[in-house]
């Protein structure tokens, strides 16, 4: 590993994003307490977004231009049961994937520093 590797390069790249993002939205789906957020949601859609959205977040040399996380959720009523919900589908998602537990704890706190956009705090 290059001292200075982006997280992004570090988790291996858009082929470790876009399998992340599938798997975790499965989990979303199936989920009962959040996935009525996304009944009107085209998930191709919604997944190439989020897979934008992760791989700038996580260091890619790519521009971000979709709507910043305050926007993006503003129009929901969101608790922090959801938020742990999301996260924590995020983790599992991360862990089965074999991600290394460092690596994660860093996506962790990239998740967690996303919170209060996201419930509208």
Known sequence: MEKNESLFERIGGMEAVNAAVEIFYNKILADNNINHFFKNTDMK?????????LAYAF???????????RNAHAHLKLTEDHFNAVAGHLVTTLTEL????????????????????????
Not at 59 to 66: F, H, I, K, R, V
Not at 110 to 116: A, G, Q, V
């Open 98 to 121: 074999n991600v290394a537990q460092n690596l994660i704890d860093e996506i962790v706190t990239i998740t967690l520093s996303t919170k209060n956009d996201v419930l509208g705090k």
């Open 59 to 69: 260091g890619a040399p790519l521009p971000y231009t979709g709507k910043d996380m």
């Open 45 to 53: 859609a919604q997944a190439s977004k989020q897979k934008l959205f």
